[in-house]
């Protein structure tokens, strides 16, 4: 099996939460698009400053998960953000540890690959939020093993879910509104609430 069998495609981005170990052993979650090279080579882009750099560069490894809960991919974006494991994404009780690699796995994915860092180059990244250091990280798949049945209904909630990741997770000022009006109609409602719960406790700059 390898990752065209799971959807992924050579030249697109796919989103999943990249899991990697801090240096304490705790678990740490990003949620991150992946870009396929081929079947078995992935690039992600990752922030220097972010404890994902740091663990990827420390353990040269790491696993992405493919992931359908919207709450997950919302609450590896904005907890934890740059500590080193003090306040961590996720607990020991969300990961299974005996993988390929020495990174952890979530119990919620669906599937999940291991990859294996082969090296990586720095640049300077600007926009209208902030000029950041990016690190392009190549890495070679190791393992693809499909976890829980496959497949499963486009729900629009979750890619607003996604979209609302990736722009709190870049620390950018956004109005999350139109991303709750989305999730509302979308998903179940005690889904909704748990999302909503979630953001009323974390602080977002909005615009």
């Known amino acids: 099996m390898n990752i065209f069998d799971i959807g992924f495609e050579k030249g697109s981005i796919t989103e999943c939460i990249v899991t990697t170990y801090n240096e304490d052993m705790s678990p740490n979650a990003a949620p991150m698009g ?4 081929r079947d078995d080579m992935i690039v992600l882009r990752v922030h220097t400053d972010t404890d994902t750099y740091s663990n990827l560069a420390r353990e040269k490894c790491c696993a992405l998960n493919i992931v359908f809960d919207p709450y997950l ?5 904005v907890t934890g953000q740059g500590d080193g494991g003090k ?13 390929g690699v020495n990174a952890p796995v ?11 860092l082969l090296g990586y180059k720095k640049y300077t990244r600007k926009d ?16 693809v093993r499909v976890l829980k049945e496959f ?14 990741a990736v722009d709190l997770s ?12 989305v999730m509302k109609r979308s998903l179940r409602a005690g889904e909704y609430r748990r999302v909503l719960g979630l953001l009323e406790s974390v602080e977002i700059v909005e615009i």
């Open 34 to 37: 992946i870009f396929t090279l």
């Open 73 to 77: 991919f919302l609450k590896t974006a």
């Open 87 to 99: 306040e961590n994404e996720i607990c020991s009780e969300d990961i299974i540890r005996k993988t």
């Open 106 to 116: 979530l119990k919620e994915a669906f599937a999940v690959i291991e990859g294996e």
């Open 128 to 143: 209208r939020y902030r000029t950041s250091e990016v690190a392009v990280a190549k890495l070679k798949v190791r393992d």
């Open 151 to 164: 497949p499963r209904a486009v729900n629009r909630g979750l890619y607003a879910a996604i979209e609302l």
């Open 170 to 181: 870049r620390g950018r000022t956004v109005s999350k509104d139109r991303y709750l009006k």
